[in-house]
Protein backbone atom coordinates (compact mmCIF):
# COMPACT_ATOMS: atom_id res chain seq x y z
CA UNK A 1 0.00 0.00 0.00
CA UNK A 2 1.17 3.65 -0.75
CA UNK A 3 2.13 5.38 2.23
CA UNK A 4 0.73 8.70 0.63
CA UNK A 5 -3.27 9.36 0.35
CA UNK A 6 -5.33 11.87 -0.89
CA UNK A 7 -8.96 12.22 0.56
CA UNK A 8 -11.78 14.25 -0.42
CA UNK A 9 -14.73 14.75 1.51
CA UNK A 10 -17.58 14.59 -0.77
CA UNK A 11 -20.93 16.35 -1.06
CA UNK A 12 -23.14 13.85 -0.30
CA UNK A 13 -21.22 13.12 3.13
CA UNK A 14 -19.07 9.77 1.98
CA UNK A 15 -15.44 10.17 1.08
CA UNK A 16 -13.51 9.97 -1.92
CA UNK A 17 -9.44 8.59 -1.48
CA UNK A 18 -6.74 7.62 -3.64
CA UNK A 19 -3.04 6.21 -3.52
CA UNK A 20 -0.35 8.78 -4.40
CA UNK A 21 3.22 7.64 -6.03
CA UNK A 22 6.30 9.38 -5.79
CA UNK A 23 5.53 12.09 -7.93
CA UNK A 24 2.45 12.94 -5.92
CA UNK A 25 -0.20 11.90 -8.76
CA UNK A 26 -3.03 9.03 -8.29
CA UNK A 27 -1.10 5.51 -8.81
CA UNK A 28 -4.95 3.98 -8.69
CA UNK A 29 -8.52 4.66 -8.85
CA UNK A 30 -10.48 7.30 -6.97
CA UNK A 31 -12.32 5.14 -4.45
CA UNK A 32 -15.71 5.89 -2.49
CA UNK A 33 -16.07 5.31 1.09
CA UNK A 34 -19.31 5.53 2.83
CA UNK A 35 -17.30 6.79 6.07
CA UNK A 36 -14.64 9.49 6.71
CA UNK A 37 -13.48 7.81 9.91
CA UNK A 38 -13.63 4.12 8.63
CA UNK A 39 -11.27 5.13 5.20
CA UNK A 40 -8.44 6.55 7.20
CA UNK A 41 -8.52 3.78 9.92
CA UNK A 42 -8.69 1.00 7.37
CA UNK A 43 -5.66 1.92 6.02
CA UNK A 44 -3.23 2.14 8.89
CA UNK A 45 -0.11 2.09 6.54
CA UNK A 46 -0.70 5.40 5.41
CA UNK A 47 1.87 8.34 7.24
CA UNK A 48 0.36 11.24 5.19
CA UNK A 49 -3.07 11.93 3.80
CA UNK A 50 -3.36 15.14 1.57
CA UNK A 51 -6.73 17.28 2.30
CA UNK A 52 -8.13 20.62 1.18
CA UNK A 53 -8.15 21.66 4.60
CA UNK A 54 -7.72 20.30 8.00
CA UNK A 55 -10.55 22.43 9.65
CA UNK A 56 -12.71 20.84 7.72
CA UNK A 57 -11.22 16.89 7.88
CA UNK A 58 -9.35 16.53 11.75
CA UNK A 59 -12.23 17.43 13.82
CA UNK A 60 -14.29 14.68 12.42
CA UNK A 61 -11.69 12.02 12.67
CA UNK A 62 -10.67 13.17 16.03
CA UNK A 63 -14.49 12.81 17.37
CA UNK A 64 -14.49 8.92 16.36
CA UNK A 65 -11.40 8.59 18.26
CA UNK A 66 -8.88 8.54 14.95
CA UNK A 67 -5.61 9.98 14.99
CA UNK A 68 -3.39 10.91 11.38
CA UNK A 69 0.32 10.77 11.52
CA UNK A 70 0.91 13.73 9.03
CA UNK A 71 -1.09 15.68 6.74
CA UNK A 72 -0.74 18.12 3.64
CA UNK A 73 -3.01 21.00 4.28
CA UNK A 74 -3.50 22.56 0.59
CA UNK A 75 -4.86 25.79 1.65
CA UNK A 76 -2.09 26.03 4.69
CA UNK A 77 0.51 25.71 1.79
CA UNK A 78 -1.42 27.65 -0.57
CA UNK A 79 -0.96 30.51 1.83
CA UNK A 80 2.81 30.20 2.24
CA UNK A 81 3.56 29.52 -1.50
CA UNK A 82 1.52 33.34 -2.77
CA UNK A 83 3.40 35.14 0.48
CA UNK A 84 6.42 33.60 -1.25
CA UNK A 85 5.33 34.44 -4.74
CA UNK A 86 4.91 38.19 -3.36
CA UNK A 87 1.24 37.37 -3.36
CA UNK A 88 0.46 37.98 0.28
CA UNK A 89 -3.41 38.44 0.40
CA UNK A 90 -4.71 36.96 -2.24
CA UNK A 91 -7.57 34.12 -2.02
CA UNK A 92 -5.97 30.94 -0.61
CA UNK A 93 -8.80 28.71 -1.06
CA UNK A 94 -8.22 25.06 -3.19
CA UNK A 95 -11.04 26.84 -5.91
CA UNK A 96 -9.24 29.68 -5.87
CA UNK A 97 -6.08 27.99 -6.49
CA UNK A 98 -7.37 26.03 -9.10
CA UNK A 99 -8.73 29.51 -10.73
CA UNK A 100 -5.36 30.56 -10.72
CA UNK A 101 -3.84 27.48 -12.17
CA UNK A 102 -6.33 27.56 -14.85
CA UNK A 103 -6.24 31.08 -15.88
CA UNK A 104 -9.96 31.44 -14.85
CA UNK A 105 -11.81 34.60 -12.32
CA UNK A 106 -10.12 33.87 -9.24
CA UNK A 107 -13.39 33.43 -6.17
CA UNK A 108 -13.14 35.43 -3.32
CA UNK A 109 -12.12 33.22 0.17
CA UNK A 110 -15.19 32.90 2.22
CA UNK A 111 -15.48 35.17 5.55
CA UNK A 112 -14.00 33.51 8.89
CA UNK A 113 -16.58 31.62 10.83
CA UNK A 114 -16.65 33.66 14.11
CA UNK A 115 -15.89 31.43 16.89
CA UNK A 116 -18.78 29.58 19.19
CA UNK A 117 -17.88 30.42 22.69
CA UNK A 118 -17.84 27.22 24.91
CA UNK A 119 -18.48 25.02 21.85
CA UNK A 120 -15.76 22.97 20.27
CA UNK A 121 -15.04 23.42 16.99
CA UNK A 122 -17.84 22.08 14.24
CA UNK A 123 -17.52 18.89 12.82
CA UNK A 124 -17.34 19.84 9.50
CA UNK A 125 -18.30 22.95 7.91
CA UNK A 126 -17.91 23.34 4.07
CA UNK A 127 -15.30 26.15 3.17
CA UNK A 128 -16.41 28.30 -0.59
CA UNK A 129 -16.88 26.17 -3.49
CA UNK A 130 -16.28 22.21 -3.63
CA UNK A 131 -12.97 21.14 -5.75
CA UNK A 132 -13.60 17.97 -7.36
CA UNK A 133 -10.78 15.60 -6.48
CA UNK A 134 -8.83 15.24 -9.70
CA UNK A 135 -8.80 19.01 -9.79
CA UNK A 136 -7.58 19.46 -5.82
CA UNK A 137 -4.87 16.98 -7.21
CA UNK A 138 -4.08 19.53 -10.24
CA UNK A 139 -3.83 22.26 -7.08
CA UNK A 140 -1.39 19.61 -5.59
CA UNK A 141 0.78 18.77 -8.24
CA UNK A 142 1.01 23.06 -9.04
CA UNK A 143 2.08 23.47 -5.75
CA UNK A 144 5.18 20.91 -5.91
CA UNK A 145 6.10 22.55 -8.76
CA UNK A 146 5.58 26.03 -7.47
CA UNK A 147 7.84 24.51 -4.14
CA UNK A 148 10.66 23.08 -6.45
CA UNK A 149 11.08 26.44 -7.82
CA UNK A 150 11.79 28.30 -4.69
CA UNK A 151 15.46 28.95 -4.02
CA UNK A 152 15.80 26.30 -1.33
CA UNK A 153 12.82 24.15 -2.19
CA UNK A 154 13.85 21.26 0.86
CA UNK A 155 13.31 24.30 3.45
CA UNK A 156 9.75 25.27 1.63
CA UNK A 157 8.65 21.63 2.00
CA UNK A 158 9.96 21.84 5.34
CA UNK A 159 8.35 24.64 5.96
CA UNK A 160 4.88 23.23 4.75
CA UNK A 161 4.68 20.40 6.73
CA UNK A 162 5.57 22.21 9.73
CA UNK A 163 2.53 24.40 9.17
CA UNK A 164 0.24 21.53 7.95
CA UNK A 165 1.83 19.67 11.42
CA UNK A 166 0.69 22.68 13.25
CA UNK A 167 -2.91 22.40 11.97
CA UNK A 168 -3.25 19.16 13.45
CA UNK A 169 -1.96 20.22 16.55
CA UNK A 170 -4.19 23.42 16.62
CA UNK A 171 -7.18 20.85 16.21
CA UNK A 172 -6.64 19.09 18.69
CA UNK A 173 -5.85 21.75 21.47
CA UNK A 174 -9.32 22.72 20.55
CA UNK A 175 -10.77 19.26 21.21
CA UNK A 176 -8.76 19.05 24.32
CA UNK A 177 -9.22 22.07 25.99
CA UNK A 178 -7.68 23.67 28.65
CA UNK A 179 -8.52 22.32 32.46
CA UNK A 180 -10.06 24.89 33.88
CA UNK A 181 -12.10 24.94 37.44
CA UNK A 182 -14.99 27.95 36.94
CA UNK A 183 -15.75 27.91 41.17
CA UNK A 184 -11.68 29.53 40.99
CA UNK A 185 -12.00 31.65 38.52
CA UNK A 186 -15.12 32.82 40.36
CA UNK A 187 -13.53 33.24 43.58
CA UNK A 188 -10.65 34.80 41.96
CA UNK A 189 -13.03 37.56 40.45
CA UNK A 190 -14.36 38.42 43.89
CA UNK A 191 -11.53 38.78 45.77
CA UNK A 192 -10.37 41.41 42.95
CA UNK A 193 -13.60 43.03 42.17
CA UNK A 194 -16.27 42.39 44.88
CA UNK A 195 -19.45 41.35 44.87
CA UNK A 196 -21.88 42.19 41.79
CA UNK A 197 -24.41 44.52 42.32
CA UNK A 198 -28.09 43.72 40.82
CA UNK A 199 -28.76 45.46 37.49
CA UNK A 200 -25.83 45.17 35.73
CA UNK A 201 -23.96 48.23 37.79
CA UNK A 202 -20.02 47.95 38.22
CA UNK A 203 -19.01 45.73 40.90
CA UNK A 204 -17.85 46.97 44.40
CA UNK A 205 -14.20 47.37 44.31
CA UNK A 206 -14.44 49.27 40.66
CA UNK A 207 -17.51 51.30 41.95
CA UNK A 208 -14.73 52.34 45.00
CA UNK A 209 -12.31 53.14 42.37
CA UNK A 210 -14.07 55.33 40.61
CA UNK A 211 -15.70 57.13 43.55
CA UNK A 212 -11.89 57.70 44.51
CA UNK A 213 -10.75 59.29 40.64
CA UNK A 214 -14.26 61.78 40.49
CA UNK A 215 -12.81 62.56 44.30
CA UNK A 216 -9.54 63.33 43.25
CA UNK A 217 -10.72 65.43 40.57
CA UNK A 218 -13.50 67.12 42.49
CA UNK A 219 -16.17 66.52 39.90
CA UNK A 220 -17.92 63.08 38.26
CA UNK A 221 -15.42 61.20 35.98
CA UNK A 222 -16.01 57.97 34.13
CA UNK A 223 -12.55 56.13 34.08
CA UNK A 224 -13.92 54.06 31.86
CA UNK A 225 -13.87 56.60 29.34
CA UNK A 226 -10.79 57.80 27.81
CA UNK A 227 -12.23 60.82 26.97
CA UNK A 228 -13.47 61.60 30.18
CA UNK A 229 -10.31 61.58 31.85
CA UNK A 230 -8.12 63.11 30.14
CA UNK A 231 -10.84 66.00 29.67
CA UNK A 232 -10.59 65.98 33.78
CA UNK A 233 -6.55 66.10 33.53
CA UNK A 234 -6.92 69.18 30.99
CA UNK A 235 -9.30 70.91 33.51
CA UNK A 236 -7.08 70.16 36.42
CA UNK A 237 -4.24 71.85 34.21
CA UNK A 238 -2.28 68.74 33.08
CA UNK A 239 -2.16 67.97 29.57
CA UNK A 240 -2.28 63.99 28.41
CA UNK A 241 -2.51 62.73 24.91
CA UNK A 242 -3.87 59.45 26.02
CA UNK A 243 -4.70 57.07 29.76
CA UNK A 244 -1.75 54.55 28.40
CA UNK A 245 -0.44 52.95 32.10
CA UNK A 246 3.15 54.49 31.03
CA UNK A 247 1.89 57.96 30.02
CA UNK A 248 -0.22 58.55 33.42
CA UNK A 249 2.17 56.87 35.90
CA UNK A 250 4.58 60.55 34.50
CA UNK A 251 1.88 62.08 36.32
CA UNK A 252 1.87 63.88 39.95
CA UNK A 253 -2.09 63.72 40.56
CA UNK A 254 -3.81 62.07 43.11
CA UNK A 255 -5.85 60.46 40.47
CA UNK A 256 -3.02 58.27 39.24
CA UNK A 257 -2.88 55.38 41.50
CA UNK A 258 -6.84 54.59 41.71
CA UNK A 259 -7.13 55.39 38.16
CA UNK A 260 -4.48 52.97 37.24
CA UNK A 261 -5.72 50.25 39.65
CA UNK A 262 -9.11 50.94 38.00
CA UNK A 263 -8.20 50.59 34.54
CA UNK A 264 -6.26 46.97 35.64
CA UNK A 265 -9.41 45.92 37.27
CA UNK A 266 -11.93 46.59 34.93
CA UNK A 267 -9.83 44.93 31.65
CA UNK A 268 -9.58 41.70 33.49
CA UNK A 269 -13.70 42.42 34.22
CA UNK A 270 -14.24 42.93 30.43
CA UNK A 271 -11.96 40.61 29.07
CA UNK A 272 -11.78 36.96 31.68
CA UNK A 273 -14.82 37.96 34.18
CA UNK A 274 -18.19 36.67 34.59
CA UNK A 275 -19.26 37.26 31.08
CA UNK A 276 -16.05 35.41 29.70
CA UNK A 277 -16.52 32.54 32.36
CA UNK A 278 -20.12 31.66 31.05
CA UNK A 279 -18.94 31.80 27.90
CA UNK A 280 -16.19 30.49 27.08
CA UNK A 281 -15.59 27.27 29.87
CA UNK A 282 -18.01 24.36 29.75
CA UNK A 283 -17.80 20.92 31.65
CA UNK A 284 -14.08 21.69 33.34
CA UNK A 285 -12.58 23.32 29.75
CA UNK A 286 -11.82 26.55 28.13
CA UNK A 287 -11.89 25.45 24.22
CA UNK A 288 -10.43 28.92 22.68
CA UNK A 289 -10.35 28.23 18.68
CA UNK A 290 -7.18 27.83 18.06
CA UNK A 291 -5.43 29.13 14.84
CA UNK A 292 -1.86 28.61 13.78
CA UNK A 293 -0.31 30.59 11.57
CA UNK A 294 -2.63 33.09 12.29
CA UNK A 295 -0.37 36.42 11.84
CA UNK A 296 2.43 37.41 9.38
CA UNK A 297 5.33 36.10 11.22
CA UNK A 298 3.55 32.38 11.99
CA UNK A 299 2.83 33.33 15.41
CA UNK A 300 -0.60 31.40 16.68
CA UNK A 301 -3.78 33.72 17.52
CA UNK A 302 -7.52 32.29 18.55
CA UNK A 303 -10.65 32.91 17.47
CA UNK A 304 -12.13 34.21 20.33
CA UNK A 305 -11.85 33.89 24.02
CA UNK A 306 -8.51 35.11 24.50
CA UNK A 307 -6.35 32.79 25.26
CA UNK A 308 -3.04 34.42 24.58
CA UNK A 309 -3.23 37.22 26.96
CA UNK A 310 -4.30 35.47 30.06
CA UNK A 311 -3.14 37.08 32.80
CA UNK A 312 -1.95 35.82 35.96
CA UNK A 313 -4.28 36.23 38.51
CA UNK A 314 -7.00 34.53 35.95
CA UNK A 315 -4.29 31.97 35.67
CA UNK A 316 -5.29 30.29 38.94
CA UNK A 317 -8.33 28.82 37.66
CA UNK A 318 -6.10 26.68 35.28
CA UNK A 319 -5.97 23.58 37.29
CA UNK A 320 -5.16 20.34 36.52
CA UNK A 321 -7.77 17.66 36.73
CA UNK A 322 -6.98 15.00 39.77
CA UNK A 323 -4.21 12.90 39.65
CA UNK A 324 -2.98 14.99 36.80
CA UNK A 325 -0.35 17.46 36.21
CA UNK A 326 0.20 20.59 34.08
CA UNK A 327 3.44 20.42 32.57
CA UNK A 328 4.46 24.27 31.58
CA UNK A 329 7.44 24.59 29.72
CA UNK A 330 9.30 28.47 28.43
CA UNK A 331 12.03 28.48 25.99
CA UNK A 332 14.50 30.46 27.26
CA UNK A 333 16.06 33.05 25.42
CA UNK A 334 14.93 32.12 22.34
CA UNK A 335 14.57 35.31 20.16
CA UNK A 336 18.85 35.80 20.29
CA UNK A 337 19.38 32.16 19.82
CA UNK A 338 16.98 32.02 17.03
CA UNK A 339 19.22 34.86 16.00
CA UNK A 340 22.34 32.89 16.38
CA UNK A 341 21.11 30.10 14.20
CA UNK A 342 20.21 32.29 11.07
CA UNK A 343 22.87 34.18 10.78
CA UNK A 344 25.58 31.31 11.66
CA UNK A 345 27.42 34.61 13.52
CA UNK A 346 30.74 32.03 15.33
CA UNK A 347 30.88 33.78 18.61
CA UNK A 348 26.75 34.13 19.35
CA UNK A 349 26.19 30.30 17.91
CA UNK A 350 29.79 29.37 20.63
CA UNK A 351 27.31 31.43 22.76
CA UNK A 352 23.97 30.20 22.40
CA UNK A 353 25.47 26.62 22.11
CA UNK A 354 25.56 26.33 25.94
CA UNK A 355 22.35 26.28 28.32
CA UNK A 356 23.22 29.03 30.70
CA UNK A 357 22.08 32.52 30.91
CA UNK A 358 22.59 33.60 27.56
CA UNK A 359 22.76 37.62 28.17
CA UNK A 360 25.31 37.12 31.16
CA UNK A 361 27.87 35.30 28.21
CA UNK A 362 27.39 38.05 26.20
CA UNK A 363 27.92 40.52 28.76
CA UNK A 364 30.99 38.94 29.65
CA UNK A 365 32.35 39.05 25.96
CA UNK A 366 31.36 42.33 24.94
CA UNK A 367 30.00 44.27 27.96
CA UNK A 368 32.19 43.60 31.01
CA UNK A 369 30.12 41.86 32.30
CA UNK A 370 26.93 44.31 32.45
CA UNK A 371 24.32 41.46 31.83
CA UNK A 372 21.77 44.41 31.43
CA UNK A 373 23.64 46.18 29.27
CA UNK A 374 24.17 43.04 26.91
CA UNK A 375 20.44 42.10 27.36
CA UNK A 376 19.27 45.81 26.05
CA UNK A 377 22.01 46.07 22.67
CA UNK A 378 21.23 41.95 21.75
CA UNK A 379 17.05 42.78 21.95
CA UNK A 380 17.55 45.81 20.40
CA UNK A 381 19.49 44.49 17.61
CA UNK A 382 16.44 42.54 16.91
CA UNK A 383 13.33 44.96 18.27
CA UNK A 384 15.38 47.87 16.08
CA UNK A 385 16.26 50.04 19.06
CA UNK A 386 19.06 51.83 17.54
CA UNK A 387 19.05 55.31 19.03
CA UNK A 388 21.09 57.04 22.01
CA UNK A 389 22.63 54.26 24.37
CA UNK A 390 20.67 51.93 21.98
CA UNK A 391 23.40 53.20 19.68
CA UNK A 392 26.53 52.60 21.82
CA UNK A 393 25.26 49.38 22.50
CA UNK A 394 24.63 47.94 18.91
CA UNK A 395 28.36 49.18 18.19
CA UNK A 396 29.51 47.09 21.29
CA UNK A 397 27.83 43.89 20.21
CA UNK A 398 28.63 44.59 16.11
CA UNK A 399 31.96 44.42 17.49
CA UNK A 400 32.25 40.98 18.51
CA UNK A 401 29.06 39.49 16.18
CA UNK A 402 29.41 41.25 13.52
CA UNK A 403 27.41 38.78 11.17
CA UNK A 404 24.61 38.42 13.51
CA UNK A 405 23.75 42.34 13.43
CA UNK A 406 24.43 42.34 10.00
CA UNK A 407 21.83 39.57 8.90
CA UNK A 408 18.96 41.92 11.07
CA UNK A 409 20.81 45.03 9.31
CA UNK A 410 19.86 43.56 5.79
CA UNK A 411 16.65 42.43 6.73
CA UNK A 412 16.05 46.19 7.45
CA UNK A 413 17.42 47.57 4.89
CA UNK A 414 15.51 44.90 2.68
CA UNK A 415 12.17 45.76 4.23
CA UNK A 416 12.78 49.39 3.52
CA UNK A 417 13.87 49.25 0.02
CA UNK A 418 9.90 47.52 -0.11
CA UNK A 419 11.74 44.24 -1.06
CA UNK A 420 10.42 40.40 0.26
CA UNK A 421 11.71 38.99 2.89
CA UNK A 422 12.16 35.47 4.67
CA UNK A 423 12.39 33.92 7.23
CA UNK A 424 14.91 30.69 7.44
CA UNK A 425 12.71 28.36 5.91
CA UNK A 426 10.86 30.81 3.69
CA UNK A 427 7.81 32.04 5.41
CA UNK A 428 7.49 35.58 3.67
CA UNK A 429 6.91 39.20 5.13
CA UNK A 430 4.97 40.66 2.33
CA UNK A 431 6.74 44.08 0.51
CA UNK A 432 3.13 45.85 1.58
CA UNK A 433 1.57 45.33 4.89
CA UNK A 434 -1.31 46.26 6.66
CA UNK A 435 -2.00 44.92 10.28
CA UNK A 436 -4.22 46.02 13.48
CA UNK A 437 -2.81 47.64 16.52
CA UNK A 438 -3.26 44.45 17.90
CA UNK A 439 -0.92 42.35 15.77
CA UNK A 440 1.49 44.75 16.11
CA UNK A 441 1.69 44.34 19.48
CA UNK A 442 1.53 40.79 19.07
CA UNK A 443 4.86 40.67 16.69
CA UNK A 444 6.51 42.18 19.88
CA UNK A 445 7.63 45.03 17.64
CA UNK A 446 7.79 48.79 20.20
CA UNK A 447 6.86 51.45 17.54
CA UNK A 448 6.12 54.91 18.46
CA UNK A 449 2.44 56.22 17.59
CA UNK A 450 3.89 57.51 14.52
CA UNK A 451 5.97 54.56 13.56
CA UNK A 452 2.81 52.11 14.27
CA UNK A 453 0.90 54.21 11.96
CA UNK A 454 3.42 53.94 9.77
CA UNK A 455 3.37 50.06 9.76
CA UNK A 456 -0.05 49.51 10.32
CA UNK A 457 -0.64 51.28 6.63
CA UNK A 458 2.69 50.97 4.47
CA UNK A 459 2.73 50.71 1.10
CA UNK A 460 6.09 50.77 -0.87
CA UNK A 461 7.09 55.02 -1.95
CA UNK A 462 5.70 56.34 1.11
CA UNK A 463 7.58 58.69 3.24
CA UNK A 464 10.83 57.60 4.95
CA UNK A 465 9.23 57.25 8.13
CA UNK A 466 7.24 54.99 6.70
CA UNK A 467 10.08 52.80 5.09
CA UNK A 468 11.87 53.01 9.03
CA UNK A 469 9.20 51.70 10.17
CA UNK A 470 8.90 49.06 7.52
CA UNK A 471 12.68 48.12 8.40
CA UNK A 472 12.44 47.89 12.20
CA UNK A 473 9.44 45.72 11.21
CA UNK A 474 11.21 43.46 8.66
CA UNK A 475 14.35 43.34 11.23
CA UNK A 476 12.07 41.65 13.46
CA UNK A 477 10.57 39.18 11.34
CA UNK A 478 13.31 37.25 10.35
CA UNK A 479 13.66 36.68 13.71
CA UNK A 480 10.38 36.51 15.49
CA UNK A 481 8.94 34.00 11.82
CA UNK A 482 11.67 31.66 12.12
CA UNK A 483 11.46 31.16 16.14
CA UNK A 484 7.62 30.50 15.12
CA UNK A 485 8.93 28.03 12.60
CA UNK A 486 10.92 26.51 14.99
CA UNK A 487 8.36 26.05 17.30
CA UNK A 488 6.30 24.29 14.53
CA UNK A 489 8.52 21.91 14.46
CA UNK A 490 9.15 21.30 18.14
CA UNK A 491 5.25 20.76 18.11
CA UNK A 492 5.22 18.36 15.74
CA UNK A 493 7.71 16.50 17.54
CA UNK A 494 5.87 16.30 20.98
CA UNK A 495 3.00 15.49 19.63
CA UNK A 496 4.78 12.30 18.34
CA UNK A 497 6.21 11.98 21.52
CA UNK A 498 3.50 11.62 23.62
CA UNK A 499 1.11 9.69 21.31
CA UNK A 500 1.71 6.80 23.26
CA UNK A 501 0.79 8.21 26.24
CA UNK A 502 -2.66 10.06 28.01
CA UNK A 503 -0.77 13.09 27.68
CA UNK A 504 -2.54 16.33 25.65
CA UNK A 505 -1.21 19.35 24.30
CA UNK A 506 -3.70 21.98 26.10
CA UNK A 507 -2.11 25.23 25.10
CA UNK A 508 0.59 26.93 23.18
CA UNK A 509 1.52 30.54 22.84
CA UNK A 510 4.80 31.79 21.34
CA UNK A 511 7.50 30.40 23.29
CA UNK A 512 5.24 28.18 25.61
CA UNK A 513 3.95 24.93 25.56
CA UNK A 514 1.36 23.34 28.36
CA UNK A 515 0.87 19.47 28.08
CA UNK A 516 -1.64 17.85 30.30
CA UNK A 517 -0.48 14.28 31.80
CA UNK A 518 -1.13 11.94 34.85
CA UNK A 519 1.40 12.57 37.35
CA UNK A 520 2.88 9.71 36.61
CA UNK A 521 3.83 10.68 33.07
CA UNK A 522 5.38 14.07 34.26
CA UNK A 523 9.11 13.50 33.94
CA UNK A 524 8.38 11.23 30.91
CA UNK A 525 6.81 14.81 29.09
CA UNK A 526 9.70 17.00 30.44
CA UNK A 527 11.86 14.74 28.89
CA UNK A 528 10.31 14.56 25.73
CA UNK A 529 10.22 18.45 25.36
CA UNK A 530 13.68 18.91 25.70
CA UNK A 531 13.80 16.18 22.93
CA UNK A 532 11.88 17.57 20.87
CA UNK A 533 13.13 21.07 21.57
CA UNK A 534 16.96 19.78 19.85
CA UNK A 535 15.53 17.46 17.45
CA UNK A 536 13.24 20.75 15.97
CA UNK A 537 16.46 22.79 16.21
CA UNK A 538 18.19 20.54 13.71
CA UNK A 539 15.27 20.46 11.19
CA UNK A 540 14.88 23.59 11.23
CA UNK A 541 18.25 24.97 11.00
CA UNK A 542 20.79 22.08 10.22
CA UNK A 543 23.88 21.50 12.21
CA UNK A 544 24.88 24.24 14.22
CA UNK A 545 25.89 24.51 18.11
CA UNK A 546 23.17 26.55 19.10
CA UNK A 547 20.71 24.89 21.61
CA UNK A 548 17.28 25.35 22.94
CA UNK A 549 16.57 25.01 26.72
CA UNK A 550 13.49 25.37 28.13
CA UNK A 551 12.50 25.89 31.46
CA UNK A 552 10.05 23.92 32.76
CA UNK A 553 7.35 23.01 35.56
CA UNK A 554 5.37 20.54 36.80
CA UNK A 555 2.53 22.09 38.71
CA UNK A 556 -1.43 21.63 39.99
CA UNK A 557 -1.92 25.02 38.99
CA UNK A 558 -0.66 26.97 36.26
CA UNK A 559 -0.13 30.35 38.31
CA UNK A 560 2.37 28.23 40.18
CA UNK A 561 4.43 27.80 37.10
CA UNK A 562 5.95 30.82 36.98
Not at 5 to 19: I, R
Not at 170 to 187: C, F, I, L, Q, S
Not at 518 to 538: N, Q, W
Request: hydrophobic share 45%; aromatic share 6%; glycine share 8%.
Amino acid sequence: MADRWALFPAEDGGVDVTPLGPDGLPCAPVQREADLAEAVRSRPGVTRWVWRSTAEVHPRLLAAGVRVERCYDVEAAETLLLGHEGRHGQPRSAAAALARLRGGPVPPDPPQRPAEPGAQSPLFEPRGIHVPPADLLAVYAGQQRRIEATAHPDRMRLLVAAESAGMLVAAEMNRAGVPWRADVHRAVLHDLLGERYAGGGEPRRLAELADEVSAAFGRRVRPDLPADVVKAFAQAGIKVSSTRRWELESLDHPAVKPLIEYKKLYRIMVAHGWSWLQDWVRDGRFRPEFLAGGTVTGRWVTNGGGALQIPKVIRRAVVADPGWRLVVADADQMEPRVLAAISRDPGLMEVAGRETDLYQSVSDRAFSGDRAQAKLAVLGAVYGQTSGDGLKNLAALRRRFPRAVAYVDEAARAGEEGRLVRTWLGRTCPPAVRTTDDAVEEAGIPLTEEESDAARQWVPGHSSADARARGRFTRNFVVQGSAADWTLLLLAALRQAVRDMAAELVFFQHDEVIVHCPEEEAESVVTAIREAAELAGRLTFGPTPVRFPFTTAVVECYADAK
